[in-house]
């Protein structure tokens, strides 16, 4: 059954922490994705405070990438696409290796908090040894299955939303946003946040993205590994016909 490692990292383990140490009223959110050796964690959002040029100086000085692309912007941040240094280890390397899915990553001045789904648990463990063996430090919060939480989701019921877009999706729900006719428009909840219309549009999207993504989708992860391990049992199925001959 798949698993779930949450736990922390200091600010300065990963190359993305200094963005934050040179101004630390920024945020950078790790998109959710399935690392791999050419796509390990290309996009990532920075909230806050963010001059682009001073922000893409000071991830260039450490080295940690070879493109750094603006790829979309709203009132409240940056959306970035990367392609990181062959060198640079820590903590994705692992997860890379070892097969997870990282499903939420977040940096502030306090350091890096990070959820990460295994297809088992022993990855769990294997992880956990690669950080070891290559000096990554991490502090380990909870480890557990969806079914232990009663939720699919990674954080007491969250559902792999941050902050901002649960107190958005759960206003816009209150108010009838979803009812027909809508009893709120995006414009009026722009204004109790005091965003932008097409902000407050972009944070919806983002939240039920999200919230669909580790229900639904958790859902139909589960049923292609149950459809994988049904198929490892029984052979190959196209033999069927040649075995009754």
């Known amino acids: 059954m798949s698993?779930?490692?949450?736990?922390?990292?200091?600010?300065?383990?990963?190359?993305?922490?200094?963005?934050?140490e040179r101004e630390p009223s920024r945020r950078v959110e790790l998109e959710r994705i399935v690392p791999t050796d050419e796509t390990a964690l290309p996009f990532f959002w920075?909230?806050?405070?963010?001059?682009?040029?001073?922000?893409?100086?000071?991830?260039?000085?450490?080295?940690a990438v070879?493109?750094?692309?603006?790829?979309s912007r709203t009132d409240e941040g940056r959306l970035y696409r990367a392609r990181?240094?062959?060198?640079?280890?820590?903590?994705?390397?692992?997860?890379?290796?070892?097969?997870?899915?990282?499903?939420?990553?977040?940096?502030?001045?306090?350091g890096w908090r990070v959820a990460i789904r295994f297809g088992e648990r022993a990855?769990?463990?294997?992880?956990?040894?690669?950080?070891?063996?290559h000096d990554v430090?991490?502090?380990?919060?909870?480890?557990?299955?969806?079914?232990?939480?009663?939720?699919?989701?990674?954080?007491?019921?969250?559902?792999?939303?941050?902050?901002?877009q649960r107190e958005t999706v759960r206003r816009a729900y209150e108010a009838g946003y979803f009812r027909q006719p809508r009893g709120v428009t995006q414009t009026e909840l722009a204004a109790e946040f005091g965003l932008s219309q097409?902000?407050?549009?972009?944070?919806?999207?983002?939240?039920?993205?999200?919230?669909?993504?580790?229900?639904?989708g958790a859902d139909l992860e589960e049923a292609d590994a149950d459809t994988d391990r049904d198929g490892d049992a029984n052979g190959d199925g196209d033999r069927g016909p040649e075995n009754a001959s």
């Open 3 to 20: 698993t779930i490692l949450e736990f922390r990292l200091p600010l300065a383990a990963f190359p993305l922490g200094v963005a934050i």
């Open 46 to 63: 920075v909230w806050g405070k963010t001059e682009r040029d001073a922000f893409e100086s000071d991830l260039r000085e450490r080295r």
């Open 66 to 71: 070879r493109e750094l692309e603006e790829v």
């Open 84 to 110: 990181w240094n062959a060198e640079i280890e820590g903590f994705v390397r692992g997860v890379t290796e070892i097969g997870g899915t990282i499903l939420r990553g977040r940096g502030t001045e306090e």
């Open 123 to 133: 990855a769990v463990s294997r992880f956990r040894e690669y950080c070891r063996e």
């Open 137 to 164: 430090s991490i502090t380990v919060d909870r480890i557990y299955t969806a079914a232990e939480t009663g939720t699919e989701a990674g954080t007491d019921g969250g559902y792999e939303l941050t902050d901002e």
């Open 198 to 216: 097409r902000a407050i549009s972009r944070r919806l999207h983002r939240g039920l993205s999200r919230l669909v993504g580790s229900t639904v």
